[in-house]
C-alpha cells in the first residue's frame, strides 16, 4: 500500500470518528440525587436519582428528570438579573403573601450541607451531590 493510500485511509478514519466524539451518544453522565423536603407540611421526602453532564447545570438535571419521572414535575420564572427562579415542586408553590419559597441546598459526598449562593440555573452539582429542595419559610 502506497503512502498516499495509507494517510487517505487515515483521514478517512479520522472523519468517521471525529463526528462520534462530538454528538450526544459519547456524552458521559453522572449521578446526583435530588431530595425533596417540605419543611412546612413534613410530608415525607422524596428521593430521586438523575443525570448530570460533565459541568452541567442544575436546571438541566431537573429537566432530565422530569422528563423521565412522572413524579417529579416543577416550574421556574425568568427573573430578569438572576435567570430562572424555582417557583412550585410537584404543585406545590412558594407564595410572597405567605412567605414560603423553595431553598436551594446541597449535600456534598461528605455529608456537608451548603446553601449555594446562585439559582438553579447557575448552579453545577458534582458528582454524588444530593441536591435538596426544600420549601420553607423566609
Ligand atoms: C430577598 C431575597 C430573597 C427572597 C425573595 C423573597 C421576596 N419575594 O422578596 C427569597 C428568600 C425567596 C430568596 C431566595 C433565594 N435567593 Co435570594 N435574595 C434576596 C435579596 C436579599 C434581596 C432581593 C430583593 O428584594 N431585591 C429588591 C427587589 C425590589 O428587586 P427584585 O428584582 O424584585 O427582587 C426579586 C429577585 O431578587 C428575586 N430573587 C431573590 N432571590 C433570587 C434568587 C434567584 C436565583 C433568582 C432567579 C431570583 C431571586 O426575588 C425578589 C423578589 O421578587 C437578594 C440580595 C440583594 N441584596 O439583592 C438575594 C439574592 C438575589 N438571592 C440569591 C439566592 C442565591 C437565592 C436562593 C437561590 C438561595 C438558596 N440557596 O435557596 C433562593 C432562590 C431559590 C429558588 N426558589 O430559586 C442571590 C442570587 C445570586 C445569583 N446570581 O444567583 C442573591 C443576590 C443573594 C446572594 N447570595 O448573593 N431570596
Ligand atoms: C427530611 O430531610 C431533612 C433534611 O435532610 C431532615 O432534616 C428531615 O428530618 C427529614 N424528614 C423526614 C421526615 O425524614
Ligand atoms: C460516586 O459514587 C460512586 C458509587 O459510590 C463511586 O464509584 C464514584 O467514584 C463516586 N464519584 C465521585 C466523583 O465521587
Redesign the pocket.
Known amino acids: 500500500m502506497s503512502m498516499m493510500t495509507t494517510a487517505t485511509l487515515l483521514s478517512a478514519a479520522l472523519l468517521l470518528l471525529v463526528p462520534g466524539i462530538l454528538t450526544k451518544e459519547s456524552v458521559e453522565t453522572s449521578p446526583i440525587q435530588l431530595m425533596i423536603v417540605n419543611s412546612i407540611s413534613n410530608a415525607p421526602n422524596v428521593t430521586h436519582t438523575t443525570e448530570i453532564v460533565f459541568r452541567g447545570i442544575l436546571l438541566g438535571a431537573m429537566r432530565r428528570l422530569q422528563e423521565t419521572n412522572t413524579d417529579f414535575k416543577f416550574t421556574?420564572r425568568e427573573?430578569?438579573?438572576?435567570?430562572?427562579?424555582?417557583?412550585s415542586v410537584n404543585g406545590v408553590a412558594?407564595d410572597?403573601a405567605e412567605h414560603t419559597?423553595?431553598?436551594?441546598?446541597v449535600k456534598n459526598s461528605n455529608g456537608v450541607i451548603i446553601?449555594?449562593?446562585?439559582?438553579?440555573?447557575?448552579y453545577i452539582p458534582n458528582p454524588n451531590d444530593t441536591i435538596i429542595l426544600k420549601f420553607t419559610k423566609?
Open positions: 421556574y427573573d430578569p438579573n438572576y435567570g430562572p427562579f424555582l417557583v412558594g410572597d419559597y423553595w431553598e436551594l441546598l446553601r449555594p449562593d446562585v439559582g438553579i440555573g447557575c423566609w
